[in-house]
C-alpha cells in the first residue's frame, strides 16, 4: 500500500507581505496551494508557533540584529524579527488558505530553548515532533511539500522526510523563499543530494 500526503508548510500571515517575517510572494502560492488541497486525499498543514520571548527571536538576545547568527547548545542558529507568536494575527494560516479539509496541524518551534524549521524534528535534530510516527500508522509513505519557506522549513522538512525513509517532492511553484545569503542554492542542492524531488 502507498499512500500520499500534502504537506502545507507554514502558509501563514507572518511570512506573507505585510507579516512579521514576510517571505517575497509569499501570497501568490495560495491559489495553486488551494487547488492541491483539492486534490490530495491527505492535507497536513504545519504551524510555527513560537511562544513570545522565543529564543530565535533578535529581541531575546540583547545587541543581536534579525538575521545574525548565534550559537545555540545544539548549534548555530539565525535570529528572526518576532514573528507567528502564538494566538496572534501573525500565527494565523492566510485567510484565503482553503484549510478546513487538513486531517492535521503539526505546530513546530513551542519550546522557548529550541527552534525547529523541520516538521519532524526540532533543530537539535532529536527532538521529534510526532509527525513520522503519525504517518507511519496511517500508512503515508509519499510526501509532496509546498508552502514557506522553501530554503528554510520547506526544505528541512523535505529533507528529514527522506532521511526517515518517506518519499519527498517540493514542487517549487508552491513554494517562496527568503534566501539569506544564497541559502536557496543551497538547499535546492542539500535536497537533490538527500534524494528529494524538485520540481
Ligand atoms: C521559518 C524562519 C523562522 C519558515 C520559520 O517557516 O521557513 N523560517 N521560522
Ligand atoms: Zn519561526
Not at 500508512?139 to 532521511?163: E, N, Q
Amino acid at each position: 500500500m502507498s499512500a500520499t500526503a500534502l504537506i502545507v508548510v507554514d502558509l501563514q500571515n507572518d511570512f506573507c507581505p505585510g507579516g512579521a517575517l514576510a517571505v517575497s510572494g509569499g501570497d501568490e502560492i495560495v491559489p495553486l496551494v488551494n487547488r492541491l488541497i483539492g486534490e490530495f486525499e491527505h492535507v497536513i498543514l504545519t504551524q510555527d508557533w513560537h511562544p513570545a520571548g522565543h529564543s530565535s527571536f533578535a529581541s531575546s538576545h540583547p545587541g543581536k540584529e534579525p538575521f545574525s547568527t548565534v550559537e545555540m547548545p545544539y548549534g548555530p542558529q539565525t535570529l528572526w524579527p518576532d514573528h507567528c507568536v502564538q494566538g496572534t494575527r501573525g500565527a494565523e494560516f492566510h485567510p484565503g488558505l482553503e484549510w478546513t479539509k487538513a486531517e492535521l496541524v503539526i505546530r513546530k518551534g513551542f519550546r522557548t530553548a529550541i527552534d525547529s524549521y523541520s516538521t519532524f524534528f526540532e533543530n537539535d535534530h532529536k527532538t521529534p515532533t510526532g509527525l513520522a510516527g503519525y504517518l507511519r500508522e496511517r500508512g503515508i509513505t509519499d510526501l509532496t511539500l509546498v508552502g514557506l519557506a522553501t530554503d528554510f522549513c520547506v526544505a528541512y522538512s523535505a529533507i528529514d522526510a527522506r532521511r526517515l525513509g518517506f518519499n519527498a517532492k517540493v514542487l517549487l511553484d508552491g513554494c517562496r523563499a527568503i534566501d539569506l545569503g544564497g541559502s536557496l542554492d543551497t538547499m535546492k542542492q542539500q535536497m537533490v543530494q538527500e534524494g528529494v524531488v524538485v520540481e
